[in-house]
């Protein structure tokens, strides 16, 4: 089973590398999916999904959330973004049960990146 929880952040970051009107500063309202595969547990549940939020929350969001990308990830494309996030939280929501499946990250409402577990596991 795929379980999936949405969420929203507003930052700013510049592309540094990259030769267009994104080389300047600019913000964006991003939306993340965290999706968790795996199996019920014996309360019939993959991960709670309020333990989930409070992850996601301590783990991502105060650290995302009005800031300056730049100051946290180099380069901060939307891949990269997606590649930092994956690396806060996969060990995170792991339980016996489950395990980080997918991580999307909107930069506008109809342009996201996805990055999978084999994706990481190349």
């Not at 995302?64 to 806060?88: K, M, V």
Request: net charge negative; proline share 2%.
């Amino acid at each position: 089973m795929l379980l999936t929880k949405d969420f929203t952040f507003d930052a700013a970051h510049n592309l540094v590398n990259y030769h267009g009107k994104c080389e300047r500063l600019h913000g964006h309202t991003y939306r993340l999916r965290v999706v968790i595969e795996g199996e019920p547990d014996a309360e019939g549940m993959i991960i709670d999904f309020v333990e989930l939020k409070t992850v996601v929350k301590e783990r991502i969001l105060s650290r995302l959330d009005h800031y300056y990308l730049n100051d946290i990830i180099p380069q901060p494309s939307a891949e990269n973004i997606a590649l930092w996030i994956w690396g806060e939280l996969e060990g995170s929501v792991k339980r016996d049960n489950c395990e980080l499946y997918e991580i999307h990250v909107w930069e506008t409402a109809d342009s996201r990146v996805i990055l999978r577990r084999s994706d990481i596991n190349r």
